[in-house]
């Protein structure tokens, strides 16, 4: 069994709890692994291989568009997005990327919708089957949409790029207490070589600025601190306001390539990454490093959207 029919069920059920998610999991025999959702899943890892496969196929899911999981999945533990059209300027035309709950109807649906024109069906491991469709002008893509049933996301990047804050806005942060007690495995993240050290809670006490990593059992908290204060911010976003504070530049773009590179350990914010990936309707590709991280390249991505995904993250393109 795929992750095909994990989004085919998915996409029946509509909605669920974390451990219907794992059971189903188990039951196609697409993983067979034990494990937290909070605890057990690492939004900065930088292979996702690394990660136990039902972690890695809910992150893919949740990166692709195909469903939201805890915090955006209004109430649940994870919802099945609904049947959508992401469309994009492309370097071939216009890209209409297939997101969203699917069906064997909707999908012949679609087929019939595009008639003469191609649709493309890519494979990438630990994901469901990415259908894209690249058409010489966006009419036809909603032409498509309408006749298959689909919602039409109208240059679907910079729409969900325009929407999110940048990652230093205040909104994004909650203040809060540090973690008391010495069973708490404590780790600070290194802005010089990308990577997390073993660290106390003096040092993020006392420290003028410093993301730090609590971790206990199935609980993680991280933390960006200032001279005794704590806020609670998503790992990646910390990340890259430290960052900016270090006044570290990690991305790289090749305008011939339309290629955008990032250390894996500091891949974007869980949003920006959808919309990075909604320009080709592919995972990032990864290149092993020698040192402790390797590389994440999107591709097909224009100098206008890497522009946006830099604003969004204090970022220089270099």
């Known amino acids: 069994m795929s992750a095909n029919e994990l989004l085919l069920w998915m996409s029946a ?36 291989y690394a990660l136990p496969l039902y972690q890695a196929l809910r992150l893919n899911l949740q990166r ?59 494979s990438p491991p630990a994901c469901p089957d990415q ?17 298959a049933g689909l919602l039409l996301q109208h240059d679907a990047p910079a729409a ?12 994004v942060r909650r203040q809060t207490d540090l973690p008391f007690g ?22 993020a006490l006392s420290t003028s600025v410093g993301l730090f990593r609590f971790s206990l059992r199935h609980q993680r908290h991280v933390l960006l601190c200032s001279r005794g204060a704590a806020s609670r911010v998503p790992g ?31 891949r974007p914010p869980f949003l920006v990454e959808r919309a990075l990936i909604l320009c080709s309707g592919l995972p990032p590709s990864y290149e092993a490093g020698s040192g402790v991280t390797g590389v994440l390249h999107y591709s097909d991505v224009s100098e206008a959207i890497s522009g946006l995904v830099a604003a969004l993250l204090r970022q220089e393109l270099r």
């Open 64 to 122: 692709l568009g195909h469903a939201e999981f805890f915090a955006g999945a209004g109430g649940s533990d994870w919802r099945v997005a609904p049947p959508s059209l992401a469309a994009t300027q492309h370097s071939r035309g216009w890209l209409g990327v297939v997101a969203g709950a699917r069906s064997p109807r909707l999908l012949q649906r679609l087929k019939d919708a595009a008639a003469s024109i191609e649709i493309e069906t890519l």
């Open 131 to 147: 259908l894209r469709i690249v058409a010489s002008d966006p009419r036809t893509l909603a032409g498509i949409a309408q006749r």
């Open 160 to 171: 969900i790029l325009m929407s999110l804050p940048p990652v230093d806005d205040p909104a």
């Open 13 to 48: 059920r509509r909605q669920g709890s974390w451990q219907q998610f794992r059971t189903a999991v188990e039951e196609l025999h697409v993983a067979d692994s034990d494990g937290d959702p909070q605890g057990g899943a690492e939004e900065d890892t930088a292979d996702q």
């Open 236 to 266: 990646q976003v910390g990340k890259y306001i430290l960052l900016r504070r270090r006044r570290r530049g990690v991305l790289r773009y090749g305008a011939v390539q339309r290629r955008l590179s990032v250390p894996a350990s500091c």
């Open 182 to 203: 010495a069973d708490w495995r404590i780790e600070q993240f290194s802005a010089s070589d990308l990577g997390w050290r073993a660290a106390t809670r003096d040092e």
